[in-house]
């Protein structure tokens, strides 16, 4: 398995995983984690929000550079 396979897989699994947090998201604050009691896990609805922001935001920097990374060719094949 070679840097540029790995990379590809984080690449998708972040790709992935952004895609099921912006779900998470709602602009009422309720979003598909109300379904499954989300807010529950933590101390307030606020922290919870804060958590997902940031974790949403940490991803959108990991798939963004990757994918400047991959689309310029940086990573021997």
Known sequence: ???SH??????????VALVVL???HSPK????GAI???AQL???TKSAENTLNRVTWTLTV??????????AGW???
């Open 1 to 3: 398995m070679t840097v």
């Open 6 to 15: 790995v990379v590809e897989a984080i690449w998708v699994f972040s790709g």
């Open 22 to 24: 912006v779900l998470l």
């Open 29 to 32: 604050g309720d979003g598909i």
């Open 36 to 38: 499954g009691g989300q």
């Open 42 to 44: 933590f101390s307030s």
């Open 62 to 71: 990991i798939f963004l550079s990757l994918t400047v990374v991959l689309s």
């Open 75 to 77: 990573l021997p094949k």
